[in-house]
């Protein structure tokens, strides 16, 4: 069974750096697709950031140049440095997993179907 859960998640000021932390188990990290996501209050959920297998990572526009997406070398934890960080950042961060298979591509935000209990980010002026 497939299990995240994340930490690191804090009230900072604008400017500021969280790291984020989600530890996976329960899978076969080969496997599967790693992603974080967010969800402000009022909105919808949005993806932040992914790891693909083949080329760079991927990040939504709003992060990109603030936020890093990591994994150690299991690949069954996964990171998310955050710098400069506004208060547009505010939300409840998610870790997420998908089932891609052996050959599977990471490459779009759709269809994750795993997540974790997230972690709550509050950036304030």
């Known amino acids: 069974q497939v299990r995240l859960v994340e930490s690191g998640g804090d009230s900072v000021q604008t400017g500021g750096s969280l790291r984020l932390s989600c530890a996976g188990s329960g899978y076969t990290a080969s496997n599967y697709c790693m992603a974080w996501f967010r969800q402000a209050p009022g909105k919808e959920r949005e993806g932040v950031a992914l790891?693909?297998?083949?080329?760079?990572?991927i990040y939504a526009d709003s992060v990109k140049g603030r936020f890093t997406i990591s994994q150690d070398n299991t690949k069954t934890s996964l990171y998310l440095q955050m710098n400069s960080l506004k208060t547009e950042d505010t939300a409840m961060y998610y870790c997420?997993?998908?089932?891609?298979?052996?050959?599977?591509?990471?490459?779009?935000?759709?269809?994750?179907?795993?997540w974790g209990q997230g972690t709550q980010v509050t950036v304030s002026s």
């Open positions: 997420a997993a998908k089932f891609v298979g052996g050959n599977g591509v990471c490459t779009t935000f759709e269809f994750y179907n795993y």
């Open positions: 790891i693909t297998r083949h080329v760079g990572p």
